[in-house]
């Protein structure tokens, strides 16, 4: 494996990991922000209050998405195993 071969799996795989990712951390950050305006207004400021909700949202996202991110991750695994001997 030269240096080439190995940076450009790297790249594919933090670029695969952000992909992936991304639906999970977009709704937590706007869950996230959601509850900090409604706390800024009414000056509630309950820890429970960010952490139950940001958690369901996770929860709800992974469920919606959790599909699509397990056969993008599928398919990077394959393209990797499928590499393999000409990476030797």
């Known amino acids: ?3 080439d071969q ?3 799996i790297g790249r594919e795989a933090l670029t ?3 992909i992936v990712a ?3 951390l977009g709704i937590s950050m706007a869950v996230g ?3 900090s305006v409604f706390q800024a207004t009414t000056q509630i400021h309950d820890q429970t209050l960010t952490f139950v909700p940001k958690v369901l949202a996770v929860v ?3 469920i919606l998405f959790g599909g699509w991110m397990l056969r993008t991750l599928a398919s990077f695994a ?3 195993i499928e ?5 030797m």
């Open 33 to 35: 922000f959601i509850i």
């Open 83 to 87: 590499n393999l001997p000409g990476l």
């Open 22 to 24: 991304a639906p999970c």
């Open 60 to 62: 709800v996202s992974l």
């Open 1 to 3: 494996m030269t240096l």
């Open 6 to 8: 190995a940076i450009s």
């Open 16 to 18: 695969t990991v952000l």
């Open 78 to 80: 394959q393209r990797i």
